[in-house]
Each structure stands twice: as structure tokens, then as C-alpha cells.
């Protein structure tokens, strides 16, 4: 996990590690980069935890989620990676739960937990998507586990597609893949890239229900006031994502559906005087433009991995801010 001008959140997540049924693990943490005062906070609240192992590193510059994950991953011992945030209270059977399915199904390439929201100091019964389906236009579709909904989803399922706010895969997977994270995207969309090749890969992604944690959300977005870049990063790295693992003709039929959702986006926030907000959706595609050339190219996707049905129109209506 990655902490970045948030030791208090990282301790706490540790904390709730200490609690795991399941004991055979080790924790890297990874200072991505945090102003010294509260690096060292980080480093003298860890040395008070004393049940679980656990190696903390620190990168003095801050190299986004993709790096800070990259450099971690050297440091890991273990044949089973779990990529996490550090905003996460874990439930006691959330190791356990998570590891099972790698027992029970073949080819599983990584399995995500179920993630409830962690609001006001504690747990809340509000799903948060953890997975689904990867839309022609570049949002997350899922009928089944439908955020937006009523639906309690409790059923384990295989996904297409899973978020990396806590994600398990192994080292041999990650081997397969050659590439984690690619380092250019930084934050955002770098969890469906790793989902998209996972797949192509021929290995299955596994929703767990049973394993359970808790996210508060954006702790590191928020305390560290990016949130005027966050459209530039969805933006950039969703048309990577599908320049990246698009055959190029597949990726001339998809663009045009992916750029008018952007622009239908972009004539929303101009109605609502949003215009930060546009320039940074803007500046996003030019980025993109500027840096196709600059990433890997594996284009082992096809049209087939993307969802070809619409949302209902209160889903896209709220997607329109996010990806």
C-alpha cells in the first residue's frame, strides 16, 4: 500500500490488519513521497504494531499510484500480491476469503473483495463498486453489482473487469503480464489496464463476496488538494487504456463513441458554468495525444471485452463525472 501525506489512514488500515484470521503475510508500505513530518509519523506509528511483518520504504518524490506499486512490488517475498489503498478497514476474514477462490477455480488471474463505503468514523451498509464491465464509451457497467441500485450483491461472480482499490493476483500472473502498471498513467484507469490484460491473458477475474472490507474514499486526493487534476489522469489514461489493448482498426470503430461521451460530458459543465472542469477534460485528450507514443502497445483486446448495452439513464447521468 501507498501512504502519502496520510499516516493516520495507514496506521489505521495496518491496524486492521493486525486482526487477520489468516497470519502468513507481510505488508510493504510505501511513503510516496509525503512531506518528513508525516513520513515520520508513519514510521514511529508502525513500529507500535508488532503482529503483523511489515517493510516500510520511502520514495522522496511522489510517483503517482502506478509508480509508488511498481517500486513496492520489488520488495515482495510472496507468490500471492494484494495491491490495496491505504484508506481500507479489512473485517477479520477479508485475507482468507480473498485468497479462497485461487483454490477452487482454475486460471484465476486476480480476485476483488466486496467494498462497502467507510463514512463518519465507521462502517456503512453502501455498496461500492468493486468491478463489472468496461463500456464502449469508457465507464464501468455492471447489471449485477449495481451501485446505483438497491441490489445487495452477495453472490460470487466472475467480473471482466475489477477496480484496484484492493485487488489480489499473483506473482506469476504479474510475470505473464511483463508490465504492472504502466508508469505514464500515474493514477487512475491503471486497475482496468491491469484487468484488460489480465483477460486477454486468458486468466479470470473473481468477485468475492465474502471477503469484506471497508473504503472511506480519496483520502490522498483530498488531503493533498488534486482534485483540479483528476479529470486530466481519468481523461488521458481511458483513451490509453483503449489505445493500449485496441487492435488500431478496433480502436478507429470504439474512439468515436468514447470522444462524443466526453464531449456530451464537456457541454454539460459548460451549462454549469464548470469551467475548470472542462479545461481539464480537455487538456486530458491533448495528453493524449501527446503520450500514445510514449506507452507499450500489447493490442491483445478486441471489441468483444466491451459492454455494448447502455446504462440506465440515471447511471450515465451519474457517470458523467466520473469515468
Known amino acids: 500500500m501507498l501512504s502519502w501525506n496520510t499516516s493516520l489512514h495507514t496506521i489505521e488500515c495496518l491496524r486492521s490488519l493486525e486482526k487477520q484470521s489468516f497470519k502468513n503475510f507481510e505488508v510493504v508500505v510505501i511513503d510516496n513521497g509525503s512531506k518528513m513530518e508525516d513520513y515520520l509519523n508513519l514510521r514511529d506509528g508502525m513500529k507500535n504494531i508488532r503482529k503483523i511483518k511489515m517493510l516500510l520504504k520511502r520514495l522522496e518524490k511522489n510517483s503517482g499510484i502506478t ?3 511498481n517500486f513496492g512490488y520489488r520488495f515482495l517475498k510472496g507468490d500471492y500480491i ?20 485461487f483454490e477452487r477455480y482454475d486460471n484465476v488471474g486476480a480476485v476483488v473483495p466486496m467494498i462497502k463505503s467507510w463514512k463518519n468514523g465507521g462502517p456503512t451498509n453502501e455498496i461500492q463498486l468493486c468491478g463489472g464491465k ?9 447489471k449485477e453489482l449495481e451501485k446505483y441500485g438497491r441490489k445487495v450483491y452477495n453472490k460470487e461472480t466472475e467480473l471482466d473487469c475489477a477496480t484496484a482499490g484492493c485487488l489480489v493476483t499473483t506473482r506469476r500472473v504479474l510475470k505473464v503480464m511483463g508490465e504492472i502498471f504502466p508508469p505514464l498513467y500515474s493514477v487512475y484507469f491503471e486497475d482496468i489496464d491491469l484487468s484488460w490484460r489480465i483477460r486477454n491473458a486468458g486468466f479470470r477475474i473473481i468477485y468475492a463476496p465474502k471477503s469484506l472490507v471497508y473504503h472511506k ?11 483540479g487534476t483528476r479529470q486530466r489522469f481519468v481523461v488521458r489514461n481511458k483513451y490509453l487504456t483503449f489505445w493500449r489493448n485496441l487492435p488500431v482498426l478496433d480502436f478507429i470503430v470504439v474512439f468515436p463513441f468514447v470522444l462524443g461521451f466526453d464531449l456530451l460530458r464537456a457541454l454539460k459543465q459548460i451549462l454549469r458554468g464548470r469551467f475548470v472542469f472542462v479545461g481539464s477534460l480537455f487538456r486530458g485528450m491533448g495528453d493524449f495525444v501527446s503520450s500514445a507514443g510514449k506507452v507499450k502497445t500489447p493490442r491483445k ?20 463525472n466520473r469515468r
Not at 82 to 101: Q, R
Not at 134 to 140: A, D, I, K, S
Not at 217 to 227: A, H, R, V
Request: hydrophobic fraction near 40%; glycine fraction near 8%; charge should be negative.
Open 67 to 69: 509508480g509508488g506499486m
Open 82 to 101: 494484494v495491491f490495496m489503498n491505504n484508506d481500507m478497514i479489512v473485517t477479520k476474514d477479508f485475507l482468507s476469503e480473498i485468497m479462497s477462490p
Open 301 to 320: 483486446g478486441s471489441l468483444s471485452y466491451l459492454s455494448w448495452n447502455i446504462e440506465s439513464p440515471r447511471t450515465t447521468i451519474a457517470n458523467w
Open 217 to 227: 474514499g480519496s483520502m490522498s486526493t483530498n488531503l493533498n488538494e488534486i482534485p
Open 134 to 142: 468496461l463500456t464502449f464509451y469508457g465507464t464501468l457497467l455492471n
